[in-house]
């Protein structure tokens, strides 16, 4: 491809804007009354002309102004979009809201995908942190009703995974409690390979339940994200490209269906070694159909090798991408410390507790 001009640059980065704005073409003549541009309606014509034989933007119709396609979005990701970052109100006010909730992983993973549904105005995902090898933090054992245990597995990081399993006969709570209390306390930081290293000495309860455990940590392994997290899909099914057609129900399966989102997560943002990095497919890259009309930002956060997690945000191709982006990049960093602080405080609770 050519090499645009600086001039050219100039009005790619106007007409992404104001396409982004309004979902319509951008017409020369808009572009000189509404940006009192030194240039004649003439030459900002003879510009988007070169634009669109450059295939950064296209012309739907003869009479009609240009938008941008999926190449002149990527230009523009890649070349033009200056980093910027949340005004200071804004990261003073996202960054209470989120130490008011300190050490409820659950509550942090709702509000990040609050803030990032609000602040880009797409449909936002945001999984909980995830560790390189699950290991046990707490282990909780409820009666249910009758042989029915609701089994509640705290993982280091703050991950928690529950089931429902059947013992051979009744276990009255009390006798619940002290064998949870006494796996967890044998077992804290402990992973699979270990506990099943370390498990003799144990009545048979405690076998039947350390198999049940040592077979969901295994999952939990197995996986490559943790519980998923999503807000704002109204947010795409009311944007006007999507109104009317299966585009924005295709793309948002990309989020809800858990084995899609796994298989994109694992081969694009969380195959890096670093977090807070930010990645845009734009059309899907070839790689997921169900994306070919939309873009997908992605960013990765916590620590690596020990926990770490995915964000996203969902929208169509002219969605504010450097307000997403700078909304994104600040969440990653604040997660990430919050992560990092919480796996620090487990750290000294199991010091102390041996």
Not at 255 to 278: A, K, M, P, Y
């Amino acid at each position: 491809m050519i090499e645009p001009t600086e001039r050219q640059k100039f009005l790619l980065a106007l007409v992404i804007h104001e396409y982004a704005r309004t979902a319509s073409p951008v017409g020369s003549r808009y572009l000189v009354d509404n940006y009192s541009l030194d240039m004649s309606s003439a030459t900002v014509r003879n510009e988007l002309s070169a634009l669109t034989d450059m295939g950064l933007l296209r012309q739907p119709h003869t009479s009609a102004g240009r938008e941008p396609t999926e190449e002149g979005y990527r230009f523009f990701v890649g070349r033009l979009l200056q980093e910027t970052e949340l005004p200071d109100p804004v990261q003073h006010t996202i960054t209470h809201q989120f130490f008011q909730m300190r050490n409820d992983v659950d509550q942090w993973m709702r509000l990040a995908a609050s803030v990032l549904a609000k602040h880009s105005r797409g449909a936002s995902l945001v999984t909980a942190p995830h560790p390189k090898r699950a290991r046990l933090k707490h282990l909780e054992l409820i009666s249910t009703r009758g042989r029915q245990v609701l089994m509640v597995l705290v993982l280091t990081g703050g991950e928690i995974r529950q089931r429902l399993v059947s013992l051979p006969e009744p276990v009255p709570q009390e006798q619940l409690s002290f064998v949870a209390d006494r796996l967890t306390r044998q077992f804290q930081e402990k992973d699979s390979d270990t506990i099943r290293a370390l498990r003799g000495g144990l009545g048979s309860l405690e076998h039947d339940i350390l198999d049940l455990l040592v077979e969901d940590l295994g999952q939990t392994d197995a996986l490559t994200s943790g519980e998923v997290y999503l807000d704002g899909l109204t947010n795409v099914l009311s944007e006007p490209e999507f109104s009317g057609s299966d585009e924005a129900r295709r793309a948002l399966r990309v989020l809800e269906e858990r084995s899609v989102l796994q298989d994109l997560l694992s081969r694009t943002i969380l195959s890096g070694n670093t977090s807070g990095g930010v990645q845009v497919l734009i059309g899907g890259e070839g790689a997921w159909e169900d994306l070919r009309s939309s873009s997908l930002v992605l960013a990765r956060y916590g620590v690596p090798g020990m926990a770490t997690g995915a964000l996203g945000v969902l929208g169509p191709m002219r969605m504010s991408y450097g307000r997403t982006i700078s909304t994104m990049r600040f969440l990653a960093g604040l997660l990430s410390d919050l992560v990092a602080d919480t796996l620090v405080e487990e750290e000294e609770d199991a010091n102390r507790a041996a």
